[in-house]
Nanobody, 129 residues
Framework: QVQLVESGGGLVQAGGSLRLSCAAS????????MSWFRQAPGKEREFVAA?????????????YYADSVKGRFTISRDNAKNTVYLQMDSLKPEDTAVYYC?????????????????WGKGTLVTVSS
């Protein structure tokens, strides 16, 4: 059974930083594209970032970002720890949302929530002005 558990959310002032973690279990982590999505109050869930894994012996590890976070957020993964991270810098009040970790087998990056079969329960990030 696939489990994704997020941590690291909290309250931070605008301009500050947070690092989110997502620990994965029950899946061959290296073979999954790992993504972060977020959902602000009253809004639809939206893509934030993704990082690809491996196909066979070829490791990709390239990352993709929503325009709204490009240059401020960094996604990374530690395949030895089955963990994906989201480093969030220069946070803005509009970054306030519940952040979800999601996983999809293979190397296709999808930015639509319906394309992700596995989800964590989310962690709340609140950025005060």
């Amino acid at each position: 059974q696939v489990q994704l558990v997020e941590s690291g959310g909290g309250l931070v002032q605008a301009g500050g930083s947070l690092r989110l973690s997502c620990a994965a279990s029950g899946l061959p982590f290296n073979s999954y594209t790992m993504s972060w999505f977020r959902q602000a109050p009253g809004k639809e869930r939206e893509f934030v970032a993704a990082i690809r894994g491996s196909v066979g012996s070829t490791y990709y590890g390239d990352s993709y970002y929503a325009d709204s976070v490009k240059g401020r957020f960094t996604i990374s993964r530690d395949n030895a720890k089955n963990t994906v991270y989201l480093q969030m810098d220069s946070l803005k009040p509009e970054d306030t949302a519940v952040y979800y970790c999601a996983a999809r087998f293979g190397t296709i990056v999808t930015t639509t929530p319906s394309g992700m079969p596995h989800w964590g329960k989310g962690t709340l990030v609140t950025v005060s002005s």
